[in-house]
Nanobody, 122 residues
């Protein structure tokens, strides 16, 4: 079992930045590909980005490419999502997930965190 806990969400103005963290316990994250996903009110959960086991490879949704960056520190058992140049349409609950496949898509997450709210004001 892997327990994932996201943190770092909050309220930010458009154009601002946030850094989300996803801390794992139970098993080492180095055995898993990781993904970030988000769900806005009334919408389905959608893919944001994913990173492979070593952190060498990443993949992003077109809507966030060039603005968001995923990284991981396996020694700290933590994955990060840097959100820059935020837009009101980025407002959502952000979730991290762990799985065995890369790229990790929404239906492939084995373990999920509880989510952290990101709200971007215009």
């Amino acid at each position: 079992q892997v327990q994932l806990v996201e943190s770092g969400g909050g309220l930010v103005q458009a154009g601002g930045s946030l850094r989300l963290s996803c801390a794992a316990s139970g098993r080492t994250l180095s055995n898993y590909a990781m993904g970030w996903f988000r769900q806005a009110p009334g919408k389905e959960r959608e893919f944001v980005g994913t990173i492979n086991l070593t952190g060498r490879y990443t993949n992003y949704a077109d809507s966030v490419k060039g603005r968001f960056t995923i990284s991981r520190d396996n020694a700290k058992n933590t994955v990060y999502l840097q959100l820059n140049t935020l837009k009101p349409e980025d407002t959502a609950v952000y979730y991290c997930a762990a799985g065995v496949k890369f790229p990790l898509m929404v239906n492939e997450g084995q373990y999920w965190g509880q989510g952290t709210q990101v709200t971007v004001s215009s």
